[in-house]
């Protein structure tokens, strides 16, 4: 029924403040609120408390949190390995600051996560597919010791593109929701034309999600929760 959707709550953690999720949300008439680094700062103390007290208060009113993490993960990507390599030590010992706030980032998403958990809500968390962050012990025991699954897309098959060409992009999600990994499972590349590299100029745009790929996202989320939506992207044959 739509009282069941009602009682969902949308929270995305490290987002923009006009995010197409959290659009997607609005657009869907659903409560959501985004966690960005102006309105919590996830590196502080204060931050996350905020965080963690509007979780609880949303919660009280009977809201059931689906929760969407993408962290930055630039501390973390393939580049860093290049430019190690090309800048030597002092690159490597600037990168221990940049990681160590990521760390503190991340530590405050298992936070946010488990009082989310905890109230019988779900939990997603995106990044690139060949992150070197995914093998950050504390996010490999989280997602094992809470039963996440994991789902693999690729960009092109939301219609990322640059220039005309389509973007690959591969992107990893881990979730507790298993409706969002049906959902999101058939979206992979099956382009017949040449990709536009991933790189340069290209590589932060392709960090933002396409209207489709937000829709998607809130239609596997809310599946479930006792509603069908008008606006259902086609899936790829």
């Known amino acids: 029924s739509p009282s069941d959707v009602s009682k969902v709550a949308f929270a995305e953690f490290c987002c923009g403040s006009q995010s197409l999720l959290g659009q997607e949300a609005e657009r869907k008439n659903i409560r959501y609120i985004r966690f960005t680094k102006e309105s919590h700062d996830m590196t502080s103390k204060r931050g996350v408390e905020r965080a963690l007290s509007d979780i609880k208060t949303l919660q009280v009113k009977g809201y059931k949190i689906k929760l969407w993490a993408s962290v930055p993960c630039r501390p973390w990507s393939l580049r860093t390995d290049l430019n190690a390599h090309r800048l030597g030590p002092r690159y490597r010992k600037w990168l221990v600051s940049p990681r160590l706030e990521s760390n503190l980032i991340l530590q405050s998403f298992v936070d946010v996560a488990d009082l989310v958990l905890e109230g019988n809500g779900d939990v997603s968390f995106e990044w690139p597919a060949f992150c070197h962050g995914w093998k950050i012990p504390l996010l490999q025991n989280f997602f094992a010791s809470r039963n996440f ?57 392709s960090e933002n999600y396409t209207p489709k790929m937000a829709a998607e996202i809130l239609n596997g989320l809310l ?6 939506w008008g606006y259902v992207v086609p899936r790829p044959q």
């Open 149 to 205: 699954q994991d789902v693999r897309v690729d960009g092109c098959a939301f219609g990322l593109q640059h220039q005309g060409r389509p973007v690959k992009k591969p992107w990893l999600i881990m979730t507790t929701h298993s409706p969002l990994v049906k959902q999101l499972k058939d979206f992979r590349c099956n382009c017949t034309v040449e990709h536009a590299p991933c790189a340069g100029s290209v590589a932060p745009a």
């Open 223 to 228: 599946h479930n929760c006792g509603s069908t």
